[in-house]
């Protein structure tokens, strides 16, 4: 089928604006270069599974009081670079982060065991001291058990920071504003946690517990800069924040089904330092159903 020579010359136009708006919208906008920040960020508890055997078609709720004996540790990061982007070319930068557990934190844990089934389902509500959820899925077995976990948790913390900023409108070619700016605010920030978790059943009373935890903190995805020509939130030219890994082992003692008395060590480590942050977790726990 031929079309006529007008709306095919007409067409090409067409895409060809549409791909030179999308290019120049995407260039638009603010950015900032942190050169030198202080951040902080909160690390959730770690979802260690039941502890012990469920019962098929069974559903358990259970509390949990955790007390951690290291409650703030601060890292000097290194290899942290701002990528390079239109206005900016790549530069290092000299961050420090925070990684702040407060000792004493609660949790509520909602696990079904499907009938007839090995699989667990439920999820996890904590205050350490700022709020997270996870949901987790696992296999719930006589020996032992094993499964993973998501997990989001907010944060409001204080960060520092300084380096250079550019405000544009329109496209890349048009910039409202640029500078310096030196900056300390309070930020929010909604951190992504994913686990895994095993148990071994000994007995019916003791297990064996492990877990591997993977944080993405989002504690620099965006900045706010007040003291500048054009105020407001900043994309930061940053690279991905600072993955976080944890390892946990332990053990748990549950008492009449109902009762369970857990201790464990936990070691947080990332690729921008080479110095881990042990600590030792102690808690109780007890079944409401």
Same mark, same amino acid.
């Given at each position: 089928m031929k079309y006529p020579k007008i709306e095919i010359v007409l067409g090409w136009r067409v895409v060809f604006f549409l791909v030179v708006s999308i290019f120049l919208c995407g260039c638009s906008g603010r950015l900032a270069n942190v050169t030198k920040g202080s951040f902080e960020t909160n690390l959730p508890e770690p979802f260690l599974g039941a502890g012990t055997y469920i019962y098929?078609?069974?559903?358990r709720i259970r509390g949990t009081l955790s007390y951690n004996t290291r409650d703030k540790e601060t890292l000097a990061l290194e290899g942290v670079i701002n990528e390079a982007s239109s206005q900016f070319p790549e530069e290092d930068a000299d961050i420090d982060l925070t990684v702040?557990?407060?000792?004493?934190?609660?949790?509520?844990?909602?696990?079904?065991?499907?009938?007839?089934?090995?699989?667990?389902?439920?999820? &996890?509500?904590?205050?350490?001291? =700022?709020?997270?959820?996870?949901?987790?899925?696992?296999?719930? +077995?006589?020996?032992? @058990?094993? /499964?993973?976990?998501?997990?989001?948790?907010?944060?409001?913390?204080?960060?520092?920071?300084?380096?250079?900023?550019?405000?544009?409108?329109?496209?890349?070619?048009?910039?409202?504003?640029?500078?310096?700016?030196?900056?300390?605010?309070?930020?929010?920030?909604?951190?992504?946690?994913?686990?895994?978790?095993?148990?071994?059943?000994?007995?019916?009373?003791?297990?064996? &517990?492990?877990?591997?935890?993977? =944080?993405?903190?989002?504690?620099?995805?965006?900045?706010?800069? +007040?003291?500048?020509? @054009?105020? /407001?939130?900043?994309?930061?030219?940053?690279?991905?924040?600072?993955?976080?890994?944890?390892?946990?082992?332990?053990?748990?003692l549950t008492l009449l089904n109902r009762v369970q008395l857990r201790a464990g060590e936990m070691v947080y480590y990332t690729i921008h330092s080479d110095e881990p942050l042990w600590q030792t977790n102690i808690s109780v726990s007890f079944f409401v159903l």
């Amino acid at each position: 089928m031929k079309y006529p020579k007008i709306e095919i010359v007409l067409g090409w136009r067409v895409v060809f604006f549409l791909v030179v708006s999308i290019f120049l919208c995407g260039c638009s906008g603010r950015l900032a270069n942190v050169t030198k920040g202080s951040f902080e960020t909160n690390l959730p508890e770690p979802f260690l599974g039941a502890g012990t055997y469920i019962y098929p078609d069974e559903f358990r709720i259970r509390g949990t009081l955790s007390y951690n004996t290291r409650d703030k540790e601060t890292l000097a990061l290194e290899g942290v670079i701002n990528e390079a982007s239109s206005q900016f070319p790549e530069e290092d930068a000299d961050i420090d982060l925070t990684v702040q557990k407060h000792p004493f934190s609660g949790s509520v844990d909602f696990i079904y065991k499907l009938e007839k089934w090995l699989f667990t389902l439920g999820g &996890n509500m904590a205050i350490n001291p =700022y709020p997270s959820i996870s949901v987790f899925a696992g296999i719930n +077995g006589l020996y032992g @058990e094993c /499964g993973f976990a998501l997990g989001l948790d907010y944060l409001r913390s204080k960060a520092i920071y300084s380096g250079h900023y550019v405000s544009m409108d329109g496209n890349w070619l048009d910039r409202k504003s640029e500078g310096d700016f030196e900056e300390g605010h309070y930020q929010k920030n909604i951190n992504l946690s994913l686990f895994t978790y095993s148990s071994i059943f000994i007995t019916s009373k003791w297990s064996l &517990n492990f877990s591997t935890g993977l =944080y993405l903190p989002s504690v620099w995805d965006e900045v706010y800069l +007040g003291n500048v020509e @054009e105020p /407001g939130d900043y994309e930061s030219e940053l690279e991905m924040g600072p993955i976080i890994f944890s390892q946990y082992a332990g053990a748990t003692l549950t008492l009449l089904n109902r009762v369970q008395l857990r201790a464990g060590e936990m070691v947080y480590y990332t690729i921008h330092s080479d110095e881990p942050l042990w600590q030792t977790n102690i808690s109780v726990s007890f079944f409401v159903l």
